[in-house]
């Protein structure tokens, strides 16, 4: 079974500071990645996700995220974080063979202080 | 464009009574369906998927069932709620593919409080 790890559990911030956000999987075969953000008050969105090809991803707001699968991890990144930028961060991941469930980590809350 | 809703949008409920939390999908037919439940700290479980009508599956163990009686509504009920059902409730939606390449999309969640 596949499973996450964020080990960053809450995150404190200047704005204009650079952001990653680790994120590890386990599974042995071929995954797709996915980076949602829950914004104070709003729906789950999704920031961005990974299937093939390019394992540099851009996402909405100037994030990205790197896939490398030597490591298993799939790091959010944003140069220069704002205050609109506190949320709280899920990275997820499923197999991608057939019909697989996503499976999420636990999530990292974002402080940004203006 | 496909939208989800789902309600009501708080709930606060005694312990032993019964649930209903509604779940449904417009714009698009056929969908995947899932509930999840959010707990503070502990990221999102899976609860139930369901890839059709009358099909689903159950994922943990625990007071809580799930019905699809339409195609695009997904319901998450009990018959008798505990206080640890309290929590933030989530529907999520995917297209039905073949392979795992579905994103899922939320909906704007339930919270629960049982007292």
């Known amino acids: 079974a596949q499973s996450v790890s964020q080990h960053n559990h809450h995150v404190i911030l200047s704005e204009a500071a650079s952001l990653e956000l680790g994120c590890n999987y386990s599974?042995?075969?071929?995954?797709?990645l996915f980076w949602y953000v829950q914004y104070p008050g709003q729906h789950l969105q999704l920031l961005l996700k990974y299937f093939s090809g390019d394992p540099l991803v851009k996402g909405i707001k100037g994030f990205e995220a790197e896939f490398i699968k030597s490591k298993f991890s799939f790091n959010l990144r944003k140069p220069s974080v704002q205050w609109s930028d506190t949320a709280e961060y899920f990275c997820?991941?499923?197999?991608?063979?057939?019909?697989?469930?996503?499976?999420f980590g636990t999530g990292t809350r974002l402080l940004v202080s203006p | 464009s496909q939208t989800i809703h789902q309600w009501p949008a708080t709930l606060v409920q005694p312990v032993g009574s019964p649930l209903s939390l509604e779940c449904t999908v417009e714009?698009?037919?056929?969908?995947?369906l899932y509930w999840y439940r959010q707990a503070a700290g502990r990221g999102l479980q899976l609860l139930f998927y369901?890839?059709?009508?009358?099909?689903i599956s159950s994922e943990v163990p625990q007071n809580l069932s799930a019905s699809r009686p339409q195609d695009r509504q997904f319901i998450l009920s009990s018959k008798k709620l505990l206080l640890s059902d309290s929590g933030f409730y989530l529907c999520?939606?995917?297209?039905?593919?073949?392979?795992?390449?579905?994103?899922?999309?939320f909906g704007p969640g339930t919270r629960l409080t049982v007292l």
């Open positions: 999520a939606w995917s297209v039905a593919r073949k392979r795992g390449t579905d994103t899922q999309y």
């Open positions: 599974y042995g075969g071929t995954v797709n």
């Open positions: 714009g698009t037919s056929n969908p995947n």
């Open positions: 997820a991941v499923n197999a991608n063979t057939g019909f697989q469930k996503l499976v």
């Open positions: 369901s890839i059709g009508i009358d099909q």
